[in-house]
Every structure is written in structure tokens, then in C-alpha cells.
């Protein structure tokens, strides 16, 4: 099975930046196109608005050093620069998750992709919602939502919550225990 290379420093990237790069990694690491290929191919409608983000997306990417950009014409190819250990996962059920209708989940793709690629690189014990959007840049309501479709769409995490007792009734939630299931529900 074919697979997709992503690493956690994309994690703390902003959407526009972390979209262009899914878009690149799920192509193999290069990605040859014009801007209207690329907002159609992350699902975006091919307006000079989207066009202008993705531009400036790549732009960012590229003098950060998570890109290489070479433009001939209205051709652009990017190609992703690897970094130190990346995190595999099956095309098939990445291309399912950039595909998902999110419509009822408040969440979008990237949202996920991050969230599950985080839990992947967690060598935490034990870690809360906050620790995961204070590392990823999103709001905890999120980070909840795009659990909230690993575990009930797709079943690839497990999630076990994890408390002390405090009193003689009384409980304190510490956390959770995550981790990333090797069982791929829609492949």
C-alpha cells in the first residue's frame, strides 16, 4: 500500500500552509500545476482570492525551507523537503479524509490530519486537549471535533480517559491516553 510521508514540524503551520503541503506529500512530494489545479485539488473554487492564498502559502513554505518552488510559464512545481522523521500513513485514507464531508463535524481536513499526526508523534503518557491545541495552534473545541471523527468515522484512535481519586467519591480527570490504531476502517 502506497504511502504518505507527513512530519510533525508541518503541525504548527498555518491552514494555507499545512493544505499545500498535504497536497504535495499525497502526490508522492511533488506536485506540478497551476494555481487553479491546486485550489481544485484541496477543494477550493478556482477564484483569484484562493489563487492569491495558496501563492502566498507557497511563497511562505518556500523561505521557511519546507519547499522547493520552481515556476516555468503558468507551471509551478513544488516539492517537499523532508525533514527529520516523518509519519506514514496509506493514501487511500488520506485522499478519504481530504474527500470527508465535514459539513456536520464543524472540522476541516487539515484539522484532522494534524490532530491524528500529532497522537501518531505523542510520546506522552498521558496528554489533554489543551496540551494538543497549545502545540498545534487551534482552539480545544476543535482539537475535540476532529477526535470526535477519528474516533466515530474512521476508528483509528483509541482514547482511554484517565483520572486519580481525590476524596472519598471524588475524582480528578488528569487526562487521556491516546494512540493511533494501525486499523484502517476506509481503505
Known amino acids: 500500500m502506497e504511502k504518505v510521508v507527513f512530519y510533525?514540524?508541518?503541525?504548527?503551520?498555518?491552514?494555507?500552509?499545512?493544505?499545500?503541503?498535504?497536497?504535495?506529500a499525497e502526490q508522492g512530494g511533488t506536485f506540478t500545476g497551476n494555481w487553479s489545479e491546486m485550489c481544485r485539488?484541496?477543494?477550493l473554487t478556482a477564484q483569484d482570492r484562493n489563487r492569491k492564498v495558496l501563492q502566498a502559502a507557497v511563497e511562505s513554505l518556500a523561505s521557511k525551507g519546507f519547499i522547493t518552488w520552481d515556476t516555468r510559464g503558468r507551471t509551478q512545481t513544488l516539492k517537499v523537503i523532508p525533514k527529520a522523521k516523518g509519519i506514514e500513513l496509506p493514501r487511500p485514507w488520506v485522499?478519504?479524509?481530504?474527500?470527508?464531508?465535514?459539513?456536520?463535524?464543524?472540522?476541516?481536513?487539515a484539522q484532522v490530519l494534524k490532530v491524528f499526526i500529532w497522537i501518531c508523534g505523542n510520546d506522552m503518557d498521558i496528554v489533554t486537549n489543551a496540551m494538543?491545541?497549545?502545540?498545534i495552534g487551534m482552539s480545544v473545541d476543535t482539537?475535540?471535533?476532529?477526535?470526535?471523527v477519528l474516533l466515530k468515522e474512521y476508528e483509528n484512535i483509541t482514547k482511554r480517559q484517565v483520572s486519580e481519586k481525590t476524596?472519598?467519591?471524588?475524582?480528578?480527570t488528569l487526562g487521556?491516553?491516546?494512540?493511533?490504531s494501525a486499523l484502517w476502517k476506509d481503505l
Open 41 to 43: 485539488y484541496i477543494n
Open 132 to 135: 494538543i491545541a497549545d502545540d
Open 8 to 24: 510533525r514540524e508541518w503541525l504548527s503551520l498555518t491552514k494555507a500552509e499545512f493544505n499545500v503541503l498535504t497536497m504535495i
Open 176 to 180: 487521556q491516553e491516546l494512540s493511533a
Open 143 to 148: 482539537v475535540t471535533s476532529a477526535k470526535n
Open 167 to 172: 476524596g472519598w467519591n471524588t475524582f480528578r
Open 95 to 109: 485522499r478519504s479524509v481530504i474527500n470527508h464531508d465535514y459539513s456536520s463535524e464543524n472540522v476541516a481536513f
